[in-house]
């Protein structure tokens, strides 16, 4: 197997890895928004207080929900990661399948589309663990560990299902995590092969130059028949 389909194959395995993620980052994200009634959990405030029918003791209420962009956003990057890595595992396939090789211009635009995937991907994932870790300082204030929190009732809100709210952001950070490796990945193959186009055009137009010198010396160097 050549350079070029390693890299293909590589590339496959890096756009499925990333397809499967996707569904880490949306699935759950949406989930959670459906349980607590269309609420962002990222950066909520609250306020604890004690309460007498509460087998805790405790009850927290909501001073503000997080901004619906800030959950939108995760969503929204599942859904795209999840379209840009399956059109990208169709055209690799399809190019390791025929055995042919894509144009600097299809790898160049890869490239790019990747990194731009990539950079936004980091973002979204950054945001999405400062955002549980706010939640999770609001939560551990009365509850010592913020997992446990899922199993408790605490929230002092109605039609909110704090089941496995926990486990539905550990997914997401989890799936965008790791879905930004994945696509570091990528984006590290796509730059190699427009390096490697880029490193062949020299070596062309290099061989080429070296032909018309010499072919320039030859004709200098032919005796002139009389």
């Known amino acids: 197997m050549g350079i070029g389909n390693t890299l293909l194959l590589a590339q496959c395995t890096a756009y499925l890895l990333g397809l499967?993620?996707?569904?880490?980052?949306?699935?759950?994200?949406?989930?959670?928004?459906?349980?607590?009634?269309?609420?962002?959990?990222?950066?909520?405030?609250?306020?604890w207080s004690v309460n007498a029918t509460s087998e805790a003791g405790w009850k927290m209420d909501i001073n503000y929900w997080g901004p619906q962009s800030v959950c939108n956003y995760s969503i929204y990057m599942g859904i795209m990661t999840m379209i840009v890595a399956f059109v990208q595992l169709v055209r690799t396939s399809l190019f390791l399948y025929k055995g042919l090789d894509?144009?600097?211009?299809?790898?160049?635009?890869?490239f790019v589309?990747?990194?731009?995937?990539?950079?936004m991907l980091f973002?979204?994932?950054?945001?999405?663990?400062m955002g549980l870790s706010s939640w999770c300082h609001e939560v551990t204030q009365h509850i010592s560990m913020c997992e446990e929190a899922q199993y408790s009732s605490?929230?002092?809100?109605?039609?909110?299902?704090?089941?496995?709210?926990?486990?539905?952001l550990g997914m997401v950070q989890f799936?965008?995590?790791?879905?930004?490796?994945?696509?570091?990945?990528?984006?590290?193959?796509?730059?190699?092969?427009?390096?490697?186009?880029?490193?062949?055009?020299d070596i062309l137009r290099s061989l080429q130059r070296e032909k018309d010198r010499m072919l320039g010396t030859s004709t200098e160097q032919r005796p002139l028949l009389i």
């Open 20 to 47: 499967l993620l996707s569904f880490f980052m949306a699935v759950p994200m949406g989930q959670n928004q459906s349980n607590f009634d269309g609420n962002c959990l990222l950066y909520a405030r609250g306020t």
């Open 102 to 110: 894509s144009s600097f211009l299809d790898a160049f635009v890869s």
């Open 175 to 201: 799936g965008s995590w790791c879905g930004w490796i994945c696509w570091l990945v990528a984006t590290m193959l796509t730059g190699l092969r427009v390096y490697n186009y880029h490193q062949r055009e």
């Open 123 to 129: 973002t979204s994932a950054i945001i999405l663990t």
């Open 113 to 119: 589309v990747n990194f731009v995937l990539t950079t």
């Open 154 to 168: 605490w929230l002092n809100v109605k039609g909110i299902d704090t089941s496995s709210f926990y486990i539905q």
